[in-house]
T-cell receptor, first 111, second 117 residues
């Protein structure tokens, strides 16, 4: 089983749509969880951290289910500028600051 | 704040040559630097972790004699790909973390695209 699994997509959605990405991770000792965004041929950029209580940042909502080892990202009111690959990222284990990246889910927002 | 730069951004070289990539933290002290590699349509894969002044810790399957990492100062780490071959062509990205920025957060450089002919 891969350490961090994501649906690769692509997700092609119209502007204004709501889209949800899912991610599962295998290391139950992971302590920190993130969503990164990566534009084509660029470095990944932190979108948001993910907390057990769920957290929201504008149009973006992230949720974590530790029991199921499942992370989600919801994007509301999609914009053209949201087109990118979204990477699910977890720390490698308890007390570790090493990051393990999923392959990413590609999102294309269409006019 | 917390800016990381990489140089060069792109390099094309002949097979058998060595290529050095620099990673710099511009406005903070990077006690730990990480080197990643990303092949097309693949995830970022951690190659090695280096702490300032110490030898790098390589991930399984990464040849330490081929990928030489030096982290001699708190603002600079270098990755040298020795005797590069076409299969080493990839996107190399560094990241850095430090005690004077957000704890346990890695700040990524813009990456170096290596093409070996």
């Amino acid at each position: 089983r891969k350490e961090v699994e994501q649906d690769p997509g692509p997700f092609n959605v119209p502007e204004g749509a709501t889209v949800a990405f899912n991610c599962t991770y295998s290391n139950s000792a992971s302590q920190s969880f993130f969503w990164y965004r990566q534009d084509c041929r660029k470095e990944p950029k932190l979108l948001m951290s993910v907390y057990s209580s769920g957290n929201e940042d504008g149009r973006f909502t992230a949720q974590l289910n530790r029991a199921s080892q499942y992370i989600s990202l919801l994007i509301r009111d999609s914009k053209l500028s949201d087109s990118a690959t979204y990477l699910c990222v977890v720390t490698s284990g308890a007390g570790s600051y090493q990051l393990t990246f999923g392959k990413g889910t590609k999102l294309s927002v269409i006019p | 704040g917390a800016v990381v730069s990489q140089h060069p951004s792109r390099v094309i070289c002949k097979s058998g040559t060595s290529v050095k990539i620099e990673c710099r933290s511009l406005d903070f002290q990077a006690t730990t630097m990480f080197w990643y590699r990303q092949f097309p349509k693949q995830s970022l894969m951690l190659m090695a972790t280096s702490n300032e002044g110490s030898k790098a810790t390589y991930e399984q399957g990464v040849e330490k004699d081929k990928f030489l990492i030096n982290h001699a100062s708190l603002t600079l780490s270098t990755l040298t790909v020795t005797s590069a071959h076409p299969e080493d062509s990839s996107f190399y990205i560094c990241s850095a973390s430090g005690w004077d920025v957000v704890k346990d957060t890695q700040y990524f450089g813009p990456g170096t695209r290596l093409t070996v002919l």
